[in-house]
């Protein structure tokens, strides 16, 4: 019986589709996805159609669907605690290697189901907040501020501007990763 997701199965099919008919250059993270979505299956967040078409996704092979939630669950701290081991030493510091959060954003007059926000907050140590999205600037500020502390200042401004975040937004699912340590070789900053 599956326990876990494998991680490989889920990065291939995500990849592949996020590439398919790109022609731009950008950078996408299946393991920042695989944790969000491991996070909304595993607090029963998601239901029905779209907790099967998210476990497909996840490579979960069961129609069980409280096994299903049990397995996205059991993937999620088995990825968290595994990432969370890498250890690295950096000005006589001991830091982790990778850090990964995620946030859930929900539009004021929309409300958290409690056991849900309990368990996504709780278990999955996910930021949990209602936010008024037609105050553009205010949203885009609080989601940035959550960002940077997140990723330990490292990413300042995700959004640029408020209307990267239209009024008309029900809900933002936010996920950072920031990879931290030291390298043999060092990156020439010509060539970057």
């Known amino acids: 019986d599956q326990l876990v997701i494998h991680p490989n199965h889920f990065t291939q099919h995500f990849l592949k589709a996020a590439y398919a008919n790109n022609t731009e250059n950008y950078v996408v993270c299946p393991i920042g996805a695989l944790f969000l979505l491991t996070a909304l299956l595993g607090s029963n967040g998601i ?29 999620y701290v088995h990825f968290r605690a595994s990432l969370g081991n890498e250890r690295t030493i950096i000005q006589r510091s001991e830091v982790k290697v990778i850090n990964v959060s995620t946030g859930v954003f929900l539009k004021t007059n929309y409300k958290f189901q409690k056991e849900f926000k309990d368990v996504i907050r709780d278990e999955f140590m996910c930021k949990v907040e209602n936010l008024d999205f037609t105050n553009q600037l205010r949203s885009v500020g609080l989601i940035n501020s959550w960002i940077k502390y997140k990723t330990g200042g490292l990413i300042d401004n995700f959004f640029k501007n408020k209307y990267e975040l239209p009024a008309n937004t029900r809900i933002a699912l936010m996920n950072t990763v920031t990879f931290k340590d030291v390298w043999k070789k060092k990156f020439d900053m010509a060539h970057v």
């Open 47 to 75: 239901r029905q159609n779209t907790a099967k078409q998210v476990a497909t996704n996840l490579g979960i092979r069961t129609s069980n669907s409280t096994l299903r939630t049990k397995i996205a669950k059991m993937s």
